[in-house]
């Protein structure tokens, strides 16, 4: 079976569940050997029951707002499977707030997880990334970064942070052949989403119909960022960089 990861090395931010787990998943089963980085100690579970599909998959548990812990974990990647070729930036919040009802604290918060500690694990895992002559680096962002979303005031920024990110450390990286992209997911139906929507009293029935409305259909899955992920990732992508892919079923140009 052709497996376009195979010997190679990742480490997937905020793993343990939702968008994240399902880039794990993908990962693993395109043949990668990959570290799930979390605060959650869910992420144990996470790993385990991947590890039960004969997948090779580990948990590191940590902090990535802090360069201590950032740095940690790309070491434990690099002493557990040998090094590290792949480092996805997933690791995020999602708080709704309108620009005046956001709090300096809020702020500071989101601006930390989101944008500091994308910053932080690419400055733990670039050296090491170019020890092995190159690699591939994918930044998770948001559709909401290319539309605005008045009502995710905080997030939506951050997103756009991710992405301004992306471009320039795309391009400060070509000569050591390390590539760096970002993914923008549209509405995606995950644990948290569908949490956040009951707060409002939508059920998870409303949410399939609403997706139903986009022009392609449905809503999104974690799947769909797994499956651009897995390509990015690989060799196939391998002349691309400083790109951001929008999957959103079309809603941006429609």
């Not at 792949?86 to 989101?110: C, F, H, K």
Request: net charge negative; charged share 20%; proline share 2%.
């Amino acid at each position: 079976m052709y497996l376009p990861l195979e010997h190679k090395a990742a480490i997937v931010t905020g793993g343990a569940s939702g968008i994240g787990y399902s880039i794990v998943k993908g990962l693993a089963r395109a043949g990668a050997s990959v570290i799930i980085a979390d605060m959650n100690e869910q992420g144990a579970e996470a790993a385990e029951a991947l590890v039960q599909e004969g997948l090779n998959v580990t948990f590191v548990q940590g902090d990535i707002t802090l360069s201590a812990d950032a740095q940690r974990i790309a070491s434990k990647a690099v002493e557990h499977l040998g090094g590290l070729d792949i480092l996805v930036n997933n690791a995020g919040i999602y708080p709704r707030s309108m620009m005046q009802d956001t709090t300096e604290e809020l702020w500071d918060r989101v601006m930390s997880i989101n944008l500091k500690g994308v910053f932080l694990m690419c400055q733990a895992a670039v050296p090491w990334l170019k020890k092995r002559g190159g690699g591939a680096i994918i930044n998770m962002s948001s559709s909401h970064a290319a539309i605005g979303s008045p009502e995710l005031f905080a997030y939506a920024v951050s997103k756009g942070g991710i992405s301004t990110l992306t471009r320039n450390l795309a391009g400060a990286l070509t000569r050591d052949r390390i590539r760096v992209n970002a993914i923008n997911p549209g509405w995606v139906a995950t644990e948290r989403e569908i949490e956040v929507r009951a707060l409002d009293g939508q059920t998870y029935e409303w949410l399939v119909e609403r997706g139903k409305m986009l022009p392609l259909g449905r809503l999104q899955t974690g799947e769909d960022s797994a499956g651009v992920a897995v390509f990015l990732a690989s060799d196939h992508a391998s002349q691309i960089t400083g790109q951001i892919i929008q999957i959103d079923g079309g809603n941006e140009v429609s």
